[in-house]
């Protein structure tokens, strides 16, 4: 097994960008901002920070050292300069790439990446013995892949990448091509022209289907007769080398430079054996589906081109996260599809992406995905990351898999359904990776402080009911009841000791509740504490045997 971080070598756009700089405003006069981070390393006598640790603290937020955007600020840092860099070279470098000190803060869109990882490695590895299915043997090239490869990528929306398995083999994309190709056309002519010669509702039907509309158009652009009208509207004046030369460099883009190729052996393979693909673009010339002036023949062996590109699961998890980004690619900062162009995309892809399966994906998983007959699958989480998976033995109905499987495990660790956002993060037993470590809990003991030192029952009913205990503590260990004690909210106070606060807790200076209100003067909370305290007391001597 092969677990590594992966990179891209395209140069960094800087015109289509978007910004790297934290939320809030960068000190330039006193470089406070800098200097928490710098101090946050290891610092020799000579006031320099090790490069090799720099590097290894990015390498776990999930950015590569040849990551195109950091690339050039970190041989700033490191070129000539093995002894170590001070804290003026830190932010001449950090300026550069202001993407440097955000993953050193924690404020990239996956925190704790390498939790995520750790996940993502034990999903994969539960998954490896999965033998069931077979191989797409129907088209001859593709039934001679190895049904055991399997690998896993994921790149998120800030370019945090991970890889493990089979991720640097190449394999035709097949019907990955369709959500391209859809957006291809989209970008081209908008969508009420494209959609004036291909539905976009579910067909109910198989993939391969010889069925069109009540319109007479083919159901939508994720199925093989949608996605040869997709292709139909493809650039149709130029050259069909052109035209390929177009589709093919648009995968560059979303790949940011990755591997992308043809087979050509797969593309005369798939052209031998397409006799339904024929059937199907003669029933659409039939129904007057397709543009005036189509070319037929020239359409459908364009089709088969595009299914033939060649990519691996580094280059797919990339277009993903592109899709994810809302068109912009993570590492070049290029936008490629306009947020338009990606949010039909994504609908179209949440409802028809999976074949027959789509209605149950999007039941159970809950995310746009796309998969094609080679075993890949390409699942977008938007906003967060995208992931390409490919495993070559598919399910009846022509889905990978293990792949299928992987999706299903991944969501079940994280919230990442559609709908998650309508359970309570502190009562799910989801995690959300897009929060930091013990956020959550944080987060939770903080309202509860707060809304006991307002004197807000309603608030703190409320902050309970996500499952905090009662007794959870500041740093000062100071708990709700020490602050409601200390403000003088008796009904705060009667409730906390009903659910069972501790009256002796005590904070870092040693005071309790109890002392709080003394030094308060409020006498009827001093009165409920020392009753919960000689309560407590007595059924200690009780409990203890003589």
């Not at 049904?147 to 991720?167: I, M, S, Y």
């Not at 177009?246 to 397409?274: C, I, M, P, Q």
Request: hydrophobic share 40%.
């Amino acid at each position: 097994m092969v677990v590594s971080h992966v990179q891209s070598e395209r140069k960094l756009n800087s015109s289509e960008s978007r910004s790297n700089l934290p939320a809030e405003s960068v000190p330039t006069s006193e470089n406070g901002y800098y200097r928490k981070i710098f101090d946050s390393f290891s610092v020799d006598s000579a006031g320099c920070i090790s490069p090799l640790e720099l590097m290894n603290r990015l390498h776990a937020t999930g950015l590569s050292p040849r990551d195109p955007r950091i690339r050039d600020a970190l041989d700033k840092l490191t070129t000539g300069n093995d002894s170590g860099s001070n804290f003026e070279r830190f932010v001449e470098a950090c300026q550069t790439g202001q993407l440097i000190a955000r993953a050193l803060r924690g404020d990239l869109v996956i925190p704790d990446f390498a939790s995520l990882t750790t996940d993502i490695t034990e999903i994969y590895d539960q998954l490896r013995s999965v033998e069931s299915g077979r191989v797409a043997d129907y088209i001859p090239q593709l039934g001679r892949v190895d049904p055991q490869r399997f690998g896993v990528a994921l790149c998120t929306t800030d370019g945090q990448r991970f890889a493990v398995g089979d991720a640097e083999i190449s394999y035709c994309v097949q019907s990955v091509s369709k959500p391209i190709n859809y957006c291809l056309a989209l970008e081209e002519h908008g969508a009420e022209v494209v959609h004036s010669h291909v539905g976009r509702e579910p067909s109910g039907l198989g993939f391969n289907e010889l069925s069109v509309n009540s319109d007479g158009l083919p159901h939508n652009p994720m199925i093989n007769a949608g996605a040869i009208m997709s292709t139909s509207l493809l650039k149709p004046a130029a050259p069909i080398s052109d035209r390929f030369a177009h589709v093919a460099d648009t995968w560059r883009r979303l790949t940011a430079g990755g591997s992308v190729g043809f087979n050509n052996a797969v593309y005369l393979s798939e052209r031998k054996t397409a006799d339904r693909n024929f059937a199907l673009g003669y029933f659409m010339r039939e129904h007057g589906a397709f543009p005036d002036g189509t070319d037929l023949i020239e359409t459908l062996e364009f089709y088969f081109q595009c299914c033939s590109i060649e990519i691996d699961t580094n280059a797919l998890s990339v277009v993903a996260g592109t899709l994810a980004n809302a068109g912009i690619n993570p590492l070049t900062g290029e936008r490629v599809f306009s947020v338009d162009t990606v949010q039909k995309c994504l609908s179209l892809m949440s409802s028809c992406g999976m074949y027959d399966y789509s209605g149950e994906f999007a039941f159970t998983i809950g995310l746009p995905a796309k998969s094609g007959v080679s075993g890949a699958l390409m699942l977008v989480v938007p906003g967060v990351m995208g992931v390409g998976i490919w495993s070559p033995r598919l399910d009846s109905l022509g889905n990978s898999v293990r792949a299928v499987e992987f999706c299903k495990k991944l969501v079940a660790i994280y919230n990442f359904h559609v709908f998650d956002s309508l359970t309570v993060q502190e009562s799910s037993r989801k995690r959300d990776p897009r929060r930091k470590r013990n956020e959550g809990q944080i987060e939770a003991t903080i309202r509860m402080l707060w809304s006991a030192s307002r004197g807000d029952l309603d608030e703190l009913r409320a902050s309970l009911a996500t499952g905090i205990e009662v007794g959870a503590a500041d740093y000062d260990g100071r708990t709700a009841l020490h602050l409601a004690a200390a403000e003088g909210h008796t009904a705060i106070v009667r409730f906390l000791l009903d659910r069972g606060a501790q009256v002796s807790a005590l904070d870092r200076w040693g005071g309790t509740p109890l002392s709080d209100a003394e030094r308060g003067g409020y006498a009827t909370i001093v009165d409920l504490l020392r009753q919960a305290e000689s309560a407590s007391d007595t059924a200690l001597d009780i409990a203890t045997p003589a």
